[in-house]
Nanobody
Framework: VQLVESGGGLVQPGGSLRLSCAAS????????MAWVRQAPGKGLEWVST????????YYSDSVKGRFAASRDNAKNTLDLQMNSLKTEDAAVYYC?????????????????RGQGTQVNVSS
């Protein structure tokens, strides 16, 4: 399993960024995918899950209405469009995958995670 994130950077509060994750080495189209993040000095926080086979997309309360996650099964990519960014959104964002077909809810720990991409939100 390989997950490679891109698209991070520095943005001002209220701005937008789009993250992307390139996946390989597993059956992406039937795997549930997620975004999680970790801010400095804090634990891992679940952000969003895009289930396989159109089974649903979920968001944490902290990003609902501002972030939009999507997947492209033809390209094996997972994206996260982040709008109206706040300083508290600053974190390392990771793409994560569950490839065993189990559904334990959107906020479960995902067995596979990429190296992450840094998002900084500052004026």
């Amino acid at each position: 399993v390989q997950l490679v994130e891109s698209g991070g950077g520095l943005v001002q509060p209220g701005g937008s960024l789009r993250l992307s994750c390139a996946a390989s080495g597993f059956a992406f189209w039937i795997s549930d995918m997620a975004w999680v993040r970790q801010a400095p000095g804090k634990g891992l926080e679940w952000v969003s899950t895009v289930r396989a086979l159109g089974r649903g997309t979920y968001y944490s309360d902290s990003v609902k209405g501002r972030f939009a996650a999507s997947r492209d099964n033809a390209k094996n990519t997972l994206d996260l469009q982040m709008n109206s960014l706040k300083t508290e959104d600053a974190a390392v964002y990771y793409c994560a995958a569950r490839t065993d077909g189990l559904w334990l809810g959107p906020e479960t720990k995902y067995p596979f995670r990429g190296q992450g991409t840094q998002v900084n939100v500052s004026s």
